[in-house]
């Protein structure tokens, strides 16, 4: 809706500023993705972008609890952005289905403890920032 004067009111602005944020963000993380798939065979850059969006997401998330420096619109351009546009469930198991079986296996398990891992040292990140020791 256009104020008077044909300016973006500040309602709008409000409903239409996450969505773009998401949206330039999931493109700056596709793009991440791209560039470690250009470098790294599948399933390794999978796993690689995979890990690194779990560990910054541990540590967007618990940023937030201990110290919150970040805005609620940098929380966005991260969490729902850049990190739902680096990382990416379909291609995992498209990875996963296109190995030997064991193997396969041996990849949705290494995937998931890194991930948890990634979690947690990214919580492990932020309390270290907020002046709380590793946690």
Request: proline content about 4%; charged content about 10%.
């Amino acid at each position: 809706m256009l104020a008077p004067g044909g300016r973006v009111g500040d309602r709008s602005r409000r409903v239409l500023e996450p969505y773009l944020l998401a949206g330039f963000g999931g493109a700056l993380g596709a793009l991440v993705r791209y560039a470690v798939s250009l470098s790294l065979p599948a399933p390794y850059s999978t796993l690689s972008v995979n890990t690194l969006a779990c560990f910054l997401l541990g540590f967007v998330m618990y940023e937030e609890i201990y110290m919150g420096a970040l805005s609620a619109q940098s929380r966005v351009l991260l969490t729902a952005g850049v990190l739902g546009g680096m990382s990416t469930f379909s291609t995992f198991i498209y990875d996963a289905l296109t190995l030997a079986p064991l193997s396969g296996a041996a990849y949705v398990l290494s995937t998931l403890v890194l991930g948890m891992l990634g979690i947690y040292a990214g919580r492990g990140a932020a309390l270290y920032l907020a002046g709380r020791g590793w946690g």
